[in-house]
């Protein structure tokens, strides 16, 4: 019998869906949680960082031995990066300079080139820079925020698996955005099953800094972002972001960054408005990558 091995880019999807156990409480709903930090290269972007290129290849748009170029606050760069790593192309990745550590290294292990901006210039700096190095012909941009090929990952797979994991009895669905990929595929695919699963979608209060998710300037709002898929919109602050982060992995043993916590702290204030309800969040990465930012250092 010939063993048929998997390639590492076959890991990427099929997450597990695993129930909280203490922080929900005393209630009559279930409240679920998808571990996309098990994905290879530990997130959820790790589903549209390979779209965006496979499918790319498909179009004929690019071509092993090509550079890419990409904005990133973190996990979608690392993503990218294994992915390239893997189809062999030349990655460079452009991040504000306060992204942590740990994910520095991470994107230059997979043999990313990285260029840092200034915490000032964000995001909405790094994206400048990505559209001018590809006016100046040294690359091409995926641009994870006007690319369809992102929110499709997600409704050809996130959105399908959790469809199948809950079997179609999935009432509520919580993602925070960056990008808006995420939600916009699962969304689609979602309300296509039933109209009435509520999506609801997680930004950040205005001064509050959560990693991976923005209140985009109108200017920049992701292109691919459509409002009419999202229900409700949360405003969360960092520090009850944290905090809940904190109690998933000291309570619940889910080790996961920022904005995973204000996800789970978003769908835990829904739970006490509604009853008999199935609710998922997503953990959209691991803890590991946020340590040496001290959001985990004893309390």
Known sequence: MTVQYPTIAECVGNTPLVRLQRLP??????????LEGNNPAGSVKDRPALSMITRAELRGDIHPGDTLIEATSGNTGIALAMAAAIK?????????????????AAMTAYGAELILVSKEQGMEGARDLAD???????????????NGDNPIAHYAST?????????GEITHFISSMGTTGTIMG???YLKEQNPAVQIVGLQPMEGSAIPGIRRWPQEYLPKIFDASRVDRIVDMQQSEAEDVMRRLAREEGIFCGVSSGGAVAAMLRLSREVENAVMVAIICDRGDRYLSSGVYDPR
């Open 25 to 34: 409480g005393d209630t009559s709903n279930t409240l679920l949680v998808k």
């Open 88 to 104: 062999g192309y030349r990655m460079i990745l452009i991040m504000p300079d306060n992204s942590t550590a740990e994910r520095k």
């Open 132 to 146: 001018q190095m590809q006016r100046d012909g040294k690359g091409k941009v995926l641009d994870q925020f006007a």
């Open 159 to 167: 959105g399908p698996e959790i469809w199948r994991q809950t079997g």
């Open 186 to 188: 699962v969304s689609r």
